[in-house]
């Protein structure tokens, strides 16, 4: 019951956090044993993406420092966590016989284990070499099994257009499910080269699932490029033409992409300086911002004005590594923001509102609450060039409205640029 509640509120966080998280593929295995095989940009965050995604009970292999606190690897337990030991944490690894014991054990209950191959997170947007447990996992769960446990591997791609940043876009890419026992005669044969075999064709199904960058040197550039076309088809397959024809234009013309760069810099300290979230638009500046919208976002910001700092305090205190920044914020949002939805409740039935009523109250307030993190970004635009006009004056270059509209010249013509440089570069390579 906890971990169907908690699941519940995980995902209503993050589907708070992520302004679009877009899924494609093959539907997710919703019955029978299966191992998710995920890449693993954004620590805690995938795991939750995740879990939003497929809709059933599922268990996590973590690493085991997790688990050193006792009240913590109580919680994690109940929430279906599985301590994996790792050398590299000083851990005795022999304890990882019992993690594999269990983790079949779970698998021939039927139920779904999301693994990360990779063995850690990291932002770079390609995938490190994977690690083999996740095929001597499933090949333990088939032979002892004598090959009818029926395990299958779904590999799920996830690619984040800004992993730090609330109300960014999230592009998950689910694959086909690998059937464990199509290994059988080549695992009777030689066990190793099977081992070999699965996780390579894990490997190269991630691969196909997600942004791989033949340069990571131009991972910065390619960022900003893909934040410019952000409205612009799927978000991901996006990113990686877009890599693909950065890295060969890159080779070619590299005085035109250094300039690029300094352009691209320039255009997103600007748009920083101005409130924007780099050179992109994927919240503030396509938001159709009215009087009545901006009304809203006021009113709900001003109710959560608690929970809010809050979360930022909190987050400013403990947050020493800037990857843990959007798991952080997601974490103690849910506490705060539940803690404060049970207040309001609270004080609603103390004053005499009944149960019902009290409850359609904290609903509405999170209703607002939601419209409040869609538009907050547009609706500061909107309230800093509305009090421009009326302080600066329509013909002043110094109010913000002007300085607002020369940062989308700006950032059109930067498109137009990136478009007139791809169309040169196919001119001299047909």
């Known amino acids: 019951m906890l971990y169907r509640i908690i699941a519940f509120v995980i995902e209503v966080a993050v589907r708070q956090f992520f302004q679009r998280i877009s899924v494609s593929g093959a539907p997710p295995v919703a019955t029978g044993p299966v191992i998710v095989a995920a890449n693993h ?146 695992h009777d044969e030689d066990a190793q080269a099977a081992v070999k075999a699965l996780t390579a064709e894990v490997e190269e199904r991630l691969r196909a699932l997600t942004v791989s960058l033949p340069n990571i040197d131009l991972q910065q550039d390619i960022e900003r490029i893909t934040e410019l076309f952000d409205n612009q088809q799927d978000m991901r397959e996006r990113m990686q033409y877009i890599a693909d024809q950065v890295t060969k234009i890159s080779n070619v013309l590299p005085q035109e992409t250094a300039a690029l760069r300094t352009e691209m810099e320039s255009v997103s300290k600007k748009g920083f300086e101005l409130g924007f979230f780099g050179v992109g638009s994927q919240t503030m500046i396509d938001q159709p911002i009215s009087t009545a919208r901006l009304v809203v976002v006021l009113f709900g910001r001003l109710i959560h004005l608690v929970p809010y700092y809050a979360t930022r305090i909190a987050v400013a205190i403990y947050v020493k590594d800037p990857h843990n920044l959007a798991s952080t914020k997601i974490g103690f949002g849910i506490v705060f923001y539940a803690m404060w939805y049970a207040a309001i409740l609270i004080v609603a039935v103390d004053f005499g509102i009944g149960g019902y009523a009290a409850c359609a109250l904290v609903i509405l307030v999170m209703i607002v609450g939601d419209k409040t993190n869609r538009y907050t970004d547009g609706a500061v635009v909107y309230f800093k060039q509305l009090i421009s006009r009326i302080v600066s004056g329509k013909n002043s270059p110094e109010a913000y409205h002007q300085q607002v509209n020369e940062f989308l010249e700006q950032r059109a013509a930067l498109r137009e640029r990136l478009i007139e440089i791809t169309e040169k570069y196919r001119a001299e390579h047909p």
């Open 41 to 186: 940009p954004n620590q805690a965050v995938d795991s939750f993406l995740i879990g939003a995604t497929f809709h059933r009970p599922m268990s996590f292999l973590a690493k085991s420092t997790l688990f050193s606190n006792h009240f913590l690897a109580v919680f994690f337990r109940e929430m279906r966590m599985v301590p994996v030991y790792r050398a590299r944490d000083n851990s005795d690894t022999a304890s990882n016989q019992e993690m594999f014991k269990d983790v079949v054990a779970r698998l021939h209950a039927d139920e779904a284990i999301v693994i990360f191959p990779e063995g850690t997170s990291s932002e770079e947007r390609r995938i490190l070499p994977l690690k083999t447990g996740v095929a001597r996992i499933a090949f333990q769960a088939e032979v002892s099994k004598d090959w009818n446990a029926n395990v299958v591997i779904q590999p799920v791609g996830i690619t984040y257009l800004s992993p730090r940043l609330f109300q960014s876009s999230v592009a998950i890419a689910i694959g086909e499910a690998i059937a464990v026992n199509s290994f059988r005669t080549q």
